[in-house]
């Protein structure tokens, strides 16, 4: 388990901690758009970079690592095999919210 300091505050991190809205895009019907792929890239390279808007001198890498990730993420989804039923986008929905409501409600 990693550990940070956050203030005063000891924080616990686990790998499922690391970073919530990067959801899972595998096996669903139907497959993953577009706009998902690149959501799930940007939230990436948001998080390995630190910053939510990049300066205008790394603007143009931002964008590119973005793309470049969305590109290899989509290759990945077309060629990842299951023999499991494909998930339900809105059964997986309910999931979330429900954990979220567990979660912000301590």
Do not use: W
């Amino acid at each position: 388990m990693n550990t940070g300091r956050v203030g005063d505050v000891l924080v616990r991190r686990t790998l499922g901690d690391m970073c919530r809205n990067i959801r899972p895009l595998h096996n669903y019907e139907p497959p993953a758009t577009r706009d998902e792929v690149h959501d799930a890239a940007l939230q990436f390279v948001r998080k390995i970079s630190g910053t939510t808007k990049p300066s205008q001198a790394n603007q143009e890498a931002f964008d590119r690592a973005v793309e470049e990730i969305a590109h290899v993420t989509r290759h990945l989804l077309d060629e990842l095999v299951t023999t499991a039923p494909p998930k339900n986008r809105e059964v997986e929905a309910a999931k979330r919210r429900a954990k979220a409501e567990l979660r912000y409600a301590r």
